[in-house]
């Protein structure tokens, strides 16, 4: 009689943990590369603690080739969100598109243009005639490249060329013999790249230093029909930013067993551990708050997206200005914030890999 009560009771535990499971929405989230890699973590982080289980959601990342294939496929309603930088969805708002981003997550811009260590090359004007590698020709790193070229008094459409570099080791072989003499990529495929043994010099870009960079984006209509679900999405993200900087070997131990294929083949654990380390390191200032000047996690600020709006305007990204309003907007942010920063350190800080 025992035996078949513990039976009888471990059918129905099975059957809520196969609830549980089915009760989960799949959220689709364009992640704005073609392969997933240490940025990731924040999302890993999230799954592995079952931050977003317990919201009713299971995130997938989709890997797409950039920043402009993200904001397409959440503008043809293919993806409900994505990641990318602004200036794709400044360009496609211009167009009809109404669509925002209700979460910046790098507060610093990312982008900036780089240089091997012992390159002739010292600013931005001496890249007249040189070849810019990016990760794909979908990638902010196109638009970068040619505002800051022609914020420096070049001709984007005569005196660079834009090839695909492709990403961290891919991109280091051609630094090496010679076939790019420059990229316009972002922090952590730079550290990546650095990784694989070439060392970078940034070139100065003070212009685009203080602008924000990726965010959440989603269409309006979905931020009001999906108003929790993209709550739940950006909170799970928050927190696996605050976990990842209380603890970023912890962060990148769950990135390796919630994605196998982040991790490094070809090389001991000890050094995977501290390149994964210094890849994160690369991204963590770009997460501070204090870099826009804001106070919760996500909050767009104004006065840096307007600015920028006036930078892509000026050098010919935009045709005019575009409203900051129809760029960001900060609704959600409250409920976003709506948890203990002190909690999720401490549980970073007590983290045991198992």
Request: positive net charge; aromatic residues 8%; proline residues 4%.
């Amino acid at each position: 009689m025992t035996r078949r009560y513990l039976f009888a009771a471990i059918l129905y535990l099975l059957s809520l943990v196969g609830f549980n499971a089915a009760a989960q929405t799949v959220v689709r989230v364009g992640w704005c590369a073609r392969t997933l890699s240490t940025a990731a973590a924040p999302f890993a982080v999230a799954m592995k603690m079952g931050w977003y289980a317990r919201e009713g959601i299971k995130v997938e990342l989709m890997p797409l080739a950039g920043s402009t294939d993200c904001v397409k496929l959440v503008a043809t309603k293919e993806l409900p969100y994505s990641n990318p930088s602004v200036e794709p969805l400044a360009i496609i708002r211009q167009q009809g598109v109404k669509a925002k981003i209700f979460y910046t997550a790098y507060q610093g811009n990312i982008y900036g243009l780089a240089v091997p260590q012992g390159s002739a090359i010292t600013k931005i004007t001496d890249l007249k005639d040189k070849t810019i590698g990016v990760t794909s020709m979908g990638s902010a790193g196109v638009i970068i490249a040619r505002a800051l070229a022609a914020n420096a008094g070049l001709d984007p459409d005569r005196d660079i060329r834009l090839v695909v570099a492709g990403e961290g080791a891919q991109t280091a072989a051609l630094l090496r013999t010679g076939q790019v003499d420059a990229l316009s990529q972002f922090d952590t495929q730079y550290a990546m790249v650095e990784n694989a043994g070439v060392k970078l010099r940034l070139l100065s870009a003070k212009e685009i230093e203080r602008f924000p960079s990726n965010g959440f984006l989603a269409l309006e209509e979905t931020l009001r029909t999906n108003h929790k679900q993209a709550v739940a999405l950006a909170q799970g993200y928050a927190k696996g930013t605050v976990f990842t900087i209380a603890n970023p070997e912890a962060a990148i131990r769950i990135l390796w067993e919630i994605f196998p294929e982040t991790k490094p083949t070809g090389i001991d654990e000890s050094t995977a551990i501290r390149e994964g380390v210094k890849t994160l390191e690369a991204r963590i200032p770009n997460w501070d708050l204090k870099k826009s000047g804001v106070s919760k996690w996500g909050e767009s600020s104004e006065k840096s997206y307007s600015a920028y709006t006036d930078f892509m305007q000026k050098w010919g990204v935009t045709k005019e200005k575009v409203p900051v309003n129809e760029l960001i907007t900060n609704e959600l942010i409250d409920e976003i914030n709506n948890f203990s920063w002190d909690e999720v350190i401490a549980k970073a800080r007590a983290y045991k890999a198992q």
